[in-house]
């Protein structure tokens, strides 16, 4: 155990302290300024002495946030996640986080301060931002696992609150059963779905709809400064005076039946964008082997089952592991379906015209290295989106493989 | 506080409350000010509309006077009246939710012992809470601690809709209700000291039947610990052998039971002259009792009383022992502040509360 600097202090010879920020079960946060840059930033150390967990489990968790944030900053960053400056260490060995110093309040006590929101645009808008970061984890294989107030800062930005996510000390990625790692907790907390805390007593997988839920009763805490437990919660049934169309949203979000919630946080973010709790338009996939239908939601995946790696929202089995974990991901754009590759292998589409191969970036760098062939059928390089209409087939691996499905849409 | 401020805080805590109930639950409201009276008579809630059941939460307002213990009498028979009532499918779960912002203006704090013990012994369990300057502590801590619920002082907006809420939520968890520790003694062990430490830290008094004690528990609730802490005072060693050791002797059977089940455990303990034996000090037992005793003290404001403790705590100890730290910080916090932080002391952190 090391010894934490104080205020005041030159931290790593660059870093000089200012007030402490914030504190909590595993890190403590200061304002510190940036003497190379003359910025303000946060410094996270450890928090040793201030907690009431044990040092190894402290040191586990502080290294475990440094390593999401260090995956988060090389997907590109998110301006809804707090950014990860440096991972270093003071003079003494203690290691320390250089991250993004948020101008704000936790959540919580922003709620605490101010009581509920009142202006319901304010809560739309904080919702339209989670989903936009949740979709963004998901998209680079994290999920949080554990949002809730005291791990959001709200920060005035361009005249409304706005959420940055903070903790990531237990976000993790998913382990192959499609559970995140050590998700053994049995603490149901009003904020985590039932498929959280029953993780290993349940068939019921985690996935995107399982932050569908904690934005949901982030949602409710807004509008009420306190939540239940309780699933499927109304805000109106509760007293709460807002928009029809955002008690419906928190409703279904909230549903304890994965399956009767948003699909995932794109959807999530389309209904408060269009102010409409009806979800977007939905297509079928039929897996023309197996005879299997499949509904499909803007956001959603196809990928492998039992793989190491996020869960699609469509897990189908591939004894020959050649499907990536998330093998392809559905999208509308201006009003098109698209299918978008995320695979190491490839994706091809029969449009009547033959066989086009589809391969994200990953894929054809993976290839490349290999020296196999990235290229589609006419030598070019592989287009990483392609549209989708009614009746096209798709191919996954390639079309020879035996996982094929026909693409229907309902518009 | 406002009076008309702290009756619209209780009337949101009411439509909170009314936002959990499922179709099968029954509501009924009492209001009690010089008198007490039923403004909702025991309602499943499947059978009326959320709005006629606002308009009686609106039907709440604050009059003078405070006569909370026929306000309970008049509540104990309402529930009462639930478990003998058509189609209730076994005994239900009951819970009196208590707030008041009065003193009582014709009971001291323990005439309401007898009260609470009644509702008790009918199952029910109440969770009472006060609210502003003028209520009488004791009074709403023996009703929580004596019928087995929780008590607290509410402050922060919120407040109402978080404790109310989650005893609600909690009610619709219990798997199995009227649950109790027998402690079948052996002779010559006597029992002292028992707390419950977890949900909160409360002194709880010991029936005695015969050789068995009983402690009575909170219902046993869907992922919930409870802990329980007390003393054994046991005879000194016979039939010691050459090395000083006897045993092991059996201190007490302990049967934990409840509506739908038992389990039992031995407690045992052997003797020995043993000096490293001996010098084998299970430190966290002793420091769970003493945790527990002090922050039932803090509970009910006794400063002094927990100073001392922690004094001596810090004798044996010493100033490095993670509780000893927490507990002087607790107890300067309660010396300084003021009823909420009394009842906030009487919380222990779980292990489950300390990976957050």
Known sequence: MSTIPEAGDLAAGRYRLEAKAGEGGFAKAYQAVDTERDELVAIKFPNYEGSSNDADIIEEYFLKEAEMLARIEEAGGHPNVMSLYANTEDDDGTPMLVVEFIDGYELDDAIERTGPLEDTEHVRDIGIDLCDAMSFLHENELVYRDLKPDNVMIAQRGGRPVPVLIDFNTATAFDSDGHAEDSGTTILGPYKPREVADAGETDARQGPWSDVYSIGKILLFLLKGTVPKKDGVNPRDFGIECDPYLAEIVETATQSAYDQRYRNATVMKQVLEARDPTPPAQATLTYIQQGEHYTISPGDTLGRRFAKGPTPSIAIEDEGEYISTVQVQFDIVDGQWHLQDRSLNGTYVQTGEGWQRVLGETGRERLEAQGEDPTDRHGNTPPTSYELSAGDLIALVHPSYGVTFEFESES | ?356
């Open chain 2, 1 to 356: 506080m406002h009076q008309d401020g702290k009756i619209g805080r209780a009337r949101e805590g009411v439509r909170w409350v009314c936002g959990l109930l499922d179709d099968e639950d029954y509501l009924t409201i009492i209001s009690f000010d010089s008198d007490a009276e039923q403004i909702l008579r025991p309602t499943r809630w499947g059978e009326i509309s959320r709005d006629e059941a606002m308009e009686t939460v609106d039907e709440l307002t604050s009059g003078g006077g405070t006569n909370m213990y026929d306000g309970i009498e008049v509540a104990r028979k309402a529930l009462a009246s639930l478990a003998d009532r058509e189609g209730m499918d076994g005994t239900p779960v009951r819970r009196l939710l208590l707030l008041s912002d009065g003193k009582d203006q014709h009971r001291e704090p323990h005439e309401f012992t007898d009260v609470a013990q009644a509702v008790d012994n009918q199952g029910i369990r109440i969770e009472a809470a006060g609210i502003g300057d003028e209520y009488e502590e004791e009074t709403i801590r023996t009703l929580g601690t004596t019928a087995r619920g929780k008590w607290t002082h509410l402050q922060e907006p919120g407040d109402i809709e978080e404790f109310f809420g989650e005893a609600v939520e909690q009610a619709k968890s219990v798997v199995a209700p009227d649950a109790q520790l027998e402690l079948d003694v052996a002779p010559g062990v006597e029992v002292s000291d028992v707390y419950r430490a977890v949900p909160q830290a409360q002194e709880v008094s010991l029936d005695w039947e015969a050789n068995t004690a009983i402690v009575r528990l909170p219902d046993l609730t869907e992922r919930e610990e409870q802990r329980v802490v007390m003393k054994f005072h046991v005879p000194a060693a016979a039939d010691v052998d050459q090395d000083g050791e006897s045993g092991p002797l059996t201190l007490a059977d302990v049967t934990l039971t409840a509506r739908g089940g038992e389990a039992s455990e031995t407690i045992t303990v052997e003797y020995t002259e043993d000096p490293d034996k001996l010098a084998e000090h299970k430190e966290a037992v002793q420091l769970d009792h003493q945790q527990t005793v002090i922050k039932t003290e803090l509970g009910k404001g006794n400063v002094e009383a927990a100073e001392t403790k922690v004094e001596k705590m810090t004798k044996i100890h010493g100033d490095d022992a993670k509780p000893v730290d927490e507990l002087k910080a607790e107890t300067q916090l309660v010396k300084e502040g003021g009823r909420a932080e009394q009842s906030q002391a009487t919380q222990i952190v779980t292990d489950d509360d300390r990976i957050q």
